[in-house]
């Protein structure tokens, strides 16, 4: 695979001639040129607001899947620009682009080849600019992937570093005279790769990845590399983004007999990331990628005393798929348990939750008791095993039953997190199975009924990926346009809920507490957020179950209130002295404000 | 106050006469009320409203029981108190002090402060710290006595019906305390006293756990799912229990080690196995005499009774929970706890308190499935081929579910099945039993033990 001795030109085949890129020159003592923030026009900034994240709907839009502006058959920066008015109006806060850079596309353009060039298929550092001014225009900010680890080995630092090791780049890897150092780290690509070293002919050594062997890793360990990651960071913030998700964090550095994850070395790296985000960028946001469990993944937050000081939001992996098997058994366990184990987070933090996402949990990434306890419930059934293991869109892994997709959507809107929509799901968009699993939920979106879904005006066979044509998910039958149409649909009902969900603090910066009852089919939970001397309580109680229920919920400290329901604002009976009786349609969920009896709660 | 606080209860005799049937605890009710009258009464709180607490004595045809009392005594009874009250006497309302969130605090306050009060000994844990001051309210659940929950922390359970001695449920949650036994409500503190010289205990305190919901309810809603597939297995649903039937049965075999561990174990032989096989032989001559449907499994019933017998190898006997079924555990985020070790409620003290085998717990466990399984066909005929289709998945259900329940006990300790002809007869006992109650009290409900009990006997 890579190492092939072949002369890789450090710019060759990248498409970059002629676009500004690293390595367009070198300087005399050795170094590669590379592209600085000055050589372009910056975005106007996003409104100023600290806690923002908090707060944000965000929504996981794939550059290349969302719309065509240049009728190539791929979805390109300039296309998302021109779909701003729709995401505005939807209600989505922030968007997350995974990664738009140059790469040789090995692995999803996770193998960043120039940190400082856009994938010439997706447009220019220009176009992204301009993708950023049309969000920062209508109050959205875009964050984007950025991978800290590795790069890809056709990235011009590792073409240098394996041809001259005695130059500027030398020491930009992990390089070893033999595949020995290190045996603790287990092997992530068990699939694909043998060993976490792979010999390169050209300098003659082995270098280090934790991924494939395409992608090698960088050397932290060397100062320079740390200060030239760093200015990746600078370089992006100071066009205007909003901020990243980190990649594979846990990975940075080594450590002879550790297993090279979660290292303090690591940490200290992402408290200097996020120092530079603190002191010369505020109010711009670090996501950590840590693929573990919650009361690991707490450690990227950094040091609780100061409020956190590493990432500001951490993936919560777990619970996605205790939400699937919560429903699928009808009880609240599986979800309460994965909440009551999550650890108190820094104040300044928060979760990031997600049903579906690109790239979902593997259970090869949790760890302990935690994955039996998984396998054991959960991976036995085959079904299960599918919700898990092969990526699939949200409406088709609920039978595209939309009872579901509304309880599933209240939850990840009103559980403590910061929610992630994928795009196409606010439409119910299907998968296409024949596409295998990873490209299956990656087809592009379902804008009308037209050739190409509205997607694309070029050769139906030239798109990157055929439409959905199927006759229940297809685009036919499924796209924006049809959903506009209807005031009933399930998009104009998540809109709705992004809504009320913005008009309650309570759901991005109140506490949470479960609220148990002796149904195990529901599950209820109140959000609480004071400010100012002003309280939001809202109370959360969903239906697990496919059959109505009763429950009866204990809210004796507010007695006397009235539960204002939310959708509608119709107000309930005044919580007495009694257990306050309600009774669920199957899947049904119900948000109440809870607001003193003679306050008239919100008009609807 | 002009009257003594016995002289009030005196006073009261024919009200309660007329109140006791009427609540869900009174264990008297298939029965008339011939006479109340008080073996101990003092005021716990003087005053507008006061508070009396007392024992009281009701004999019905020839048998004295003990219940405890909480009269609460006011001149003006409020609304939300109405369904509480007694009756009135010298323009005072008497009622069901238990209902009254006035003055149950003072409850949690004394057992907090740990003092004897009024010749009640109230009493906290050694190293429990009580918060005081919370806001209690009625469980309202379905009970045979009256429980009152703290805020979220606490819940004292207040015995009604009163046994002689310790009650083992204190004596069992204390034991299970000391080592430290994940699979229970902690117990916090008693109200213990005497009577006629002997000791008594009137309630104990555990922690609340909020987040709990019952075994019961847990194994219906799967058992629910599992019927409205039809076509498919139970392994195949989605509610599939299996999973919680597992780690019950490692609860289950957890908690009899730490009993054993607490309070010893012993080693019978083939005497206790000719008393315990008599009994289960009296049993069932008393059920036959009054349930004629029973008579067709007779033969079956009485041979693999006899068959317990015959065993050679020594039983092992300890400290046992006595009545243990789905209703009697909870599920919690930390798993699954076990509740009520007061025992079987129609079992004399001296047998509730004796050491017995560990099987008699899951002979009833599994019953608890079977029951858990065919609850919803109650009341269909059946000989519809739906309703046949609905029996088969609920016997599917069963074995599936009493098995992994097995597995996990078999995780722990030794697997029950190992003893299979002295599980078989204990679970056949229980059976029996259930005829009874069944016919007594639920007539529609009697399919489902004697069906088991055809399977079981192959009769
Ligand atoms: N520690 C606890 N935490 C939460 N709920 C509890 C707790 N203990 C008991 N409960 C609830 O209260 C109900 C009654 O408890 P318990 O079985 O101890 O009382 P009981 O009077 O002996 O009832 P029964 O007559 O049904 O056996 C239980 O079914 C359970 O739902
Ligand atoms: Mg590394």
């Known amino acids: 695979m890579s190492g092939s001795a072949g002369e890789v030109k450090p710019d060759a085949a990248l498409g970059l001639e002629g676009i500004p890129h690293t390595g367009e020159g070198v300087t005399s003592d050795g170094h590669l040129i590379e592209p600085q923030a000055e050589d372009f026009r910056h975005a106007r900034q996003a409104p100023e607001d600290a806690d923002w994240f908090k707060r944000a709907v965000f929504y996981e839009v794939l550059v290349r899947a969302f719309a065509d502006s240049s009728s190539d058959g791929t979805g390109d920066l300039r296309g998302l620009a021109s779909r701003m008015d729709y995401l505005q109006w939807l209600g989505v806060d922030c968007l997350w682009l995974p990664p738009f850079y140059a790469s040789p596309l090995r692995d999803g353009g996770y193998d960043i080849s120039d940190f400082r060039a856009v994938l010439p298929d997706f447009g220019t550092v220009d176009d992204f600019v301009y993708v950023l001014d049309e969000a920062h225009r209508r109050g959205i900010r875009v964050i984007t992937d950025l991978v800290l680890n590795h790069t890809s080995d056709a990235h011009p630092w590792f073409q240098a570093s394996r041809s001259d090791p005695d130059g500027p780049y030398g020491d930009f890897y992990v390089w070893g005279d033999d595949d020995q150092k290190y045996p603790d780290a287990r092997i992530i690509f068990v699939d694909t790769e043998s060993s976490n070293w792979t010999y390169d002919p050209v300098r003659g050594q082995f270098y280090w990845h934790r991924f494939f062997s395409h992608q090698p890793d960088l050397n932290y360990e060397n100062p320079e590399v740390q200060e030239a990651m760093l200015d990746v960071l600078r370089f992006w913030l100071d066009l205007g983004i909003d901020g990243f998700r980190l990649d594979a964090v846990p990975y940075l550095f080594e450590q002879e007999g550790t297993n090279c994850e979660n290292l303090p070395h690591t940490h200290e790296f992402l408290k200097k990331c996020r120092k530079v985000v603190d002191d010369e960028f505020p109010g711009r946001v670090l996501l950590a990628e840590a693929n573990q469990w919650p009361s690991d993944v707490v450690a990227y937050f950094g040091d609780p005393e100061v409020g956190g000081d590493e990432c500001h939001m951490a993936f919560h992996f777990p619970l996605m798929p205790r939400l699937f098997m919560a429903v699928r058994r009808e009880n609240r366990f599986p979800i309460s348990e994965i909440l009551a184990q999550t650890p108190a987070i820094p104040a300044g933090c928060q979760w990031g939750i997600f049903l579906r996402n690109h790239d979902e949990l593997t259970l090869e990434m949790v760890t302990d008791d935690e994955r039996d306890y998984m396998y054991a419930e959960y991976a036995k059934d085959p079904r299960m095993k599918a919700n898990i293991g092969i990526r699939r869109r949200l409406a088709p892994l609920l039978d595209n039953d939309r009872n579901q997709q509304e309880l599933f959507n209240a939850m990840l809107l009103s559980l403590p997190g910061s929610p992630v929509l994928y795009y196409g799901d606010e439409i119910g968009m299907g998968d296409n199975i024949w596409l295998g699993d990873r490209d299956g939920v990656r087809t592009p979106m379902q804008w009308t009924p037209d050739r190409n879904a509205g997607f694309s005006s070029c050769d139906p066979n030239r798109i990157y990926l055929p439409v959905n044509a199927d006759p229940v998910y297809g685009y036919q039958a499924v796209n924006v346009e049809a959903h506009l149409n209807n005031n009933s649909s399930l998009l104009h009902w998540t809109r709705r809920m992004i809504e009320v969900r913005k008009q309650h603090p309570a759901f991005g910066l109140g506490d949470f507490t479960e609220l148990g009852s002796s149904n195990p089919s529901i599950l209820a939970y109140i959000r609480t957020y004071s400010a100012d001397g002003a309280a939001d309580t809202v109370v959360c109680v969903n239906n697990l179950s496919r059959f109505p229920q009763p429950v009866e919920l204990h809210l004796g400290e507010f007695e006397g209130c009235v539960p204002v329901e939310l959708t509608g604002g119709v107000r309930f009976p005044a919580i007495g002295e009694l257990p306050y009786l309600l009774t669920l349609p199957g899947h049904g969920f119900y948000w109440f404000q809870l607001t003193a009896a003679t306050d008239e709660g919100e008009a609807p | ?459």
Not at chain 2, 2 to 9: A, F, K, L, N, Y
Not at chain 2, 175 to 184: F, G, K, N
Not at chain 2, 227 to 238: C, I, N, R, S, T
């Open chain 2, 1 to 459: 106050m002009t009257s003594s606080p016995t002289e009030v209860i005196t006073e009261l005799a024919d009200a309660l006469r007329e109140w006791l049937p009427t609540q869900r605890w009174f264990a008297g009710k298939d029965r008339p009320v011939e006479s109340v009258r008080p073996v101990h009464a003092v005021s716990l709180v003087d005053g507008d409203p006061a508070l009396l607490h007392s024992v009281i004595e009701v004999r019905q045809n020839g048998s004295a029981d003990r219940y405890q009392l909480l009269l609460g005594l006011r001149a003006d009874l409020p609304e939300h108190l109405g369904h509480a009250w007694i009756g009135t006497r010298a323009q005072l309302a008497c009622y069901d002090a238990t209902q009254d969130t006035e003055l149950t605090g003072l409850l949690l306050d004394l057992i907090a402060r740990g003092e004897t009060h009024a010749g009640l000994d109230f009493q906290h844990e050694p190293g429990a710290e009580l918060e005081i001051a919370l806001r209690s309210r009625p469980v309202g659940a379905e009970q045979s006595n009256t429980s009152l929950v703290y805020g979220h922390h606490y819940i004292l359970k207040l015995f009604r019906k009163l046994v002689t001695g310790t009650n083992p449920d204190l004596t069992l949650h204390r034991a299970l305390r000391t080592q430290r036994c994940e699979h229970i409500a902690e117990p916090l503190g008693a109200i213990q006293g005497s009577l006629n010289g002997e000791e008594v205990t009137f309630g104990m305190l555990q922690r609340f756990l909020p987040d709990a919901a019952d075994g019961w309810a847990m194994a219906t809603a799967s058992v629910r799912d599992l019927m409205a597939e039809g076509d498919l297995h139970p392994d195949e649903v989605g509610g599939d229990f299996a999973g919680e039937a597992r780690r019950l049965g490692q609860a289950v075999a957890e908690v009899h080690a730490d009993l054993a561990a607490a309070l010893g174990s012993g080693s019978e032989g083939s005497d206790l196995l000719d008393r315990t096989v008599d009994a289960m032989q009296r049993r069932l001559d008393a059920v036959l005499a009054s349930v004629p449907e029973l008579g067709a499994h007779e033969a079956g019933l009485r041979s693999a009774f006899d068959a317990a017998r015959e065993l050679s190898e020594p039983i092992a006997v300890q400290h046992i929970h006595g009545d243990l079924h789905l209703g009697q555990v909870l599920r919690t985020v930390l798993g699954w706890v076990l509740i009520d070790f007061e025992g079987e409620p129609a079992a004399p003290a001296a047998e509730r308190l004796s050491l017995r085998s560990p099987l008699r717990d899951v002979a009833g466990m599994l019953r608890s499935f079977d029951y858990a399984a065919h609850q919803l066909l109650v009341g269909h005929p059946g000989g519809s081929g739906a309703e046949d289709q609905l029996t088969v998945r609920a016997l599917e259900w069963a074995r599936r579910n009493r098995d992994a329940f097995c597995d996990g006990y078999a995780e722990k300790a030794e697997d029950p099945r190992e003893h299979a002809v002295l599980l078989r007869a204990l679970e056949l006992d229980k059976a029996v039993y259930e005829v009874a109650y069944e016919h007594g009290n639920r007539p529609e409900w009697l399919a489902v033990p004697l069906s088991s009990i055809a399977r079981i006997t192959g009769s």
